[in-house]
């Protein structure tokens, strides 16, 4: 199969049944870490970003592996269904049955925090062997509840919890976002910053300080509950939440070869 060709793999069963699709890089540089991306709320492997890694994964013969979450991309599934324990199912599946050998996970907003909670499931699985590093963009920990429900309004809060759903406009599509009951309340069962939180591996973070989705206090308080792992933050004066310019991609592409 050549490098980048579309491939599925089936997640759940039964009505939790989905199909997540991926495209795997092939390492030409074996003895280097291979790179797992995982994508933002809403955002798919084909991002700016997920693009500029894999041409760089080209060029420096490293593995690759991208996917898309369902209700994402070219995946199955609703988005409206999605939570994060669904999407945390799909990323531990794809890591493990498509990825060989130690990783770095590279996230963005959203999957930033993913990254840190596979993390977590893997080192409590005893597969802390598998990580051998993170580049995490403005990492939105906990975002479910301390970045949308502790600001969301009455009237937000009402419409979520008595109609299911709230429409959140984007500056990102021209269409809302949908932001579930099911969203909100199965986040709580995935909160980290309540206490130390465990990488098993160094960490390097990116983060705009014109971040008006993730603000840059957020990312500061994360790195103080990361307890026992190394970990260097870099702030982009002025970056915003994408950090996708030519010179940002350079700072993500360093910080992986940092690692």
Same mark, same amino acid.
């Not at 199969?1 to 793999?9: I, K, R």
């Not at 409206?80 to 996230?107: D, F, K, M």
């Given at each position: 199969?050549?490098? %980048?060709?579309?491939?599925?793999?089936d997640v759940? /069963?039964?009505?939790?049944?989905?199909?997540? @699709?991926?495209? *795997? *890089?092939?390492?030409?540089?074996?003895?280097?870490?291979?790179?797992?991306?995982?994508?933002?709320?809403?955002?798919?492997? %084909?991002?700016?970003?997920? #693009?500029?890694?894999?041409? =760089?994964?080209?060029?420096?013969?490293?593995?690759?592996?991208?996917?898309?979450y369902s209700?994402? %991309?070219?995946?199955?599934?609703?988005?409206?269904?999605?939570?994060? #324990?669904?999407?945390?199912?799909?990323?531990?599946?794809?890591?493990? $049955?498509?990825? #060989? %050998?130690?990783?770095?996970?590279?996230?963005?907003?959203?999957?930033?925090?993913?990254?840190?909670?596979?993390?977590?499931?893997? !080192?409590? $699985?005893?597969?802390?062997?598998?990580? @051998?590093?993170?580049?995490?963009?403005?990492?939105?920990?906990?975002?479910?509840?301390?970045?949308?429900?502790?600001?969301?309004?009455? /009237?937000?809060?009402?419409?979520?919890?008595?109609? !299911? /759903?709230?429409?959140?406009?984007?500056?990102?599509?021209?269409?809302? =976002?949908?932001?579930?009951? @099911?969203?909100?309340?199965?986040?709580?069962?995935?909160?980290?910053? !309540?206490?130390?939180?465990?990488?098993?591996?160094?960490?390097?973070?990116?983060?705009?300080?014109?971040?008006?989705?993730?603000?840059?206090?957020?990312?500061?308080?994360?790195?103080?509950?990361? $307890?026992?792992?190394?970990?260097?933050?870099?702030?982009?004066?002025? !970056?915003?939440?994408?950090?996708? *310019?030519?010179?940002?991609?350079?700072?993500l592409m360093? /910080?992986?070869?940092?690692?």
């Open positions: 199969m050549s490098d %980048g060709e579309l491939q599925f793999l759940g /069963a039964g009505d939790q049944a989905r199909r997540i @699709a991926f495209r *795997r *890089r092939a390492a030409q540089e074996p003895d280097r870490a291979g790179l797992v991306w995982l994508s933002g709320f809403k955002s798919d492997m %084909g991002s700016t970003k997920a #693009t500029a890694l894999d041409d =760089y994964c080209m060029k420096s013969g490293r593995a690759l592996l991208r996917f898309d209700g994402h %991309g070219e995946s199955g599934g609703r988005f409206e269904e999605g939570t994060v #324990t669904r999407w945390l199912e799909e990323s531990l599946v794809v890591v493990r $049955a498509a990825t #060989t %050998g130690p990783q770095i996970l590279v996230g963005s907003s959203m999957g930033g925090y993913l990254a840190l909670l596979v993390a977590r499931a893997l !080192g409590q $699985a005893d597969e802390s062997a598998r990580l @051998a590093g993170m580049a995490l963009i403005a990492p939105a920990v906990d975002f479910t509840e301390a970045l949308i429900w502790k600001s969301a309004s009455a /009237a937000v809060r009402r419409a979520i919890m008595e109609e !299911g /759903a709230w429409a959140r406009q984007s500056p990102y599509s021209s269409e809302p =976002y949908p932001i579930t009951k @099911a969203l909100i309340e199965d986040g709580r069962r995935h909160l980290l910053l !309540g206490g130390a939180i465990r990488t098993h591996c160094p960490v390097r973070i990116l983060q705009g300080m014109q971040d008006e989705d993730v603000p840059y206090s957020h990312v500061m308080t994360l790195v103080e509950h990361i $307890a026992g792992d190394p970990v260097t933050l870099t702030l982009v004066k002025d !970056g915003d939440h994408r950090l996708s *310019r030519p010179e940002d991609l350079a700072l360093a /910080a992986i070869e940092g690692l």
